[in-house]
């Protein structure tokens, strides 16, 4: 029997647009010859990873997948999901669902509130809607030594630098950090891998979506897959209050990552021209599953509000564009890089 192919995942964050990496993984989790040795994820991502890594480890694959399921589930996405084919043809297009948020009185009146009032102006009333998810995670497995290692990305706020946790130091308060938008949380405050000290933390996002470095170690594979779900392009120039915020969101959501890969790419670049030796740093092989056509025509809108028939339409083309990449890419797995990283930030 051949060795399963060995790979690390990089989950980006993106609030409820996370339902395309969730698609992205169900499908992976299909490849019986595929392993994944580690992940590193953010926000979203954070959740997702937290999901697979616990189910990997109770019962493997389909554990994993269940567990997806359950997650997607508690923010009202499964039965969407669950539907007939032919019942999905009928489900609003996800544009259309967009600009209708967009527009929504409810939804212009709670963003412009945003602007005004601090999450620590509600006091007593203040809740964070994701607790009640997250702290049912089962972290003993998610914290587990065997299994594939899994990094969460979160943003110190005093430093503004990123903070990866990993092994027994996450917990919920560390995903609930690694998901928080200063705009809606308050900050979480745990305590700093690095210093030992209690800090405040905010979404990972601004400083590492994901962080990759974590996945540099040598005993992990070279292999790198990253499930970018805020695109890198947009062709048409926002001009509205919502495309500028939102684009503003995108372009900040990606600094950290194009930061990462320019990296890489000069690394590649210094081992390939014999500047430096092959077995001094490790170089890794870079590919990405991403739909911006799809996350084109969405929004920030859509991160928020978690709309059924949007999940349910990313899950399904996270599951295609997984598809889509095993077809194409799966032999160049271990052998050669399918991302053009020149490309991202040339």
């Known amino acids: 029997m051949a060795k399963p192919i060995r790979i690390n995942i990089g989950l980006q964050g993106g609030g409820a647009h996370g339902a395309y990496s969730w698609g992205v993984l169900d499908r992976l989790l299909e490849e019986t010859d595929l392993e994944i040795a ?70 212009i009146w709670a963003e412009s509130a945003g602007r005004m009032m601090s999450p620590y102006h509600w006091g007593p009333l203040y809740d964070n809607p994701l607790r009640r998810i997250v702290e049912r995670f089962d972290y003993d497995r998610v914290c587990a030594a065997e299994g594939p290692r899994f990094f969460v990305g979160a943003t110190c706020v005093r430093d503004g630098k990123i903070r990866v946790f990993s092994g027994g130091q996450i917990n919920t308060e560390v ?103 092959k077995d001094a740093m490790k170089r890794p092989l870079v590919h990405m599953i991403a739909d911006d056509g799809l996350m084109n025509a969405l929004s920030v809108a859509t991160k928020l509000v978690p709309v059924p028939s949007v999940i349910a339409q990313l899950k ?31």
């Open 175 to 277: 995903v609930l950090a690694s998901a928080c938008l200063p705009t809606l949380f308050q900050a979480v405050e745990v305590e700093d891998p690095e210093t030992g000290l209690v800090e405040a933390f905010w979404d990972g996002g601004y400083t590492g979506n994901p962080p990759l470095f974590p996945l540099f170690e040598k005993d992990l594979p070279d292999d790198i897959i990253v499930v970018n779900i805020n695109p890198l392009k947009r062709d048409k120039l926002p001009v509205t209050a919502q495309e500028i915020q939102n684009r503003i969101n995108e372009i900040s959501f990606n600094a950290s990552l194009l930061r990462e890969l320019r990296a890489i790419d000069f690394v590649q670049r210094l081992i390939d021209g014999g500047t430096i030796s």
């Open 316 to 346: 399904e083309a996270g599951r295609r564009a997984a598809g889509d990449f095993l077809s194409a890419h799966k032999d160049d797995l271990g052998r050669k890089q399918t991302a053009d990283l020149r490309s991202m930030f040339a």
């Open 38 to 107: 580690a992940i590193s994820g953010t926000s979203a991502g954070a959740l997702n990873g937290s999901a697979v890594k616990a189910g990997l480890i109770s019962g493997g694959r389909e554990a994993a997948r269940e567990n997806l399921d359950w997650l997607w589930r508690q923010i009202g996405a499964v039965e969407h999901a669950a539907m007939p084919g032919w019942m999905k043809a009928w489900m609003p297009n996800p544009e259309v669902v967009s600009r209708a948020l967009e527009n929504a009185v409810p939804y």
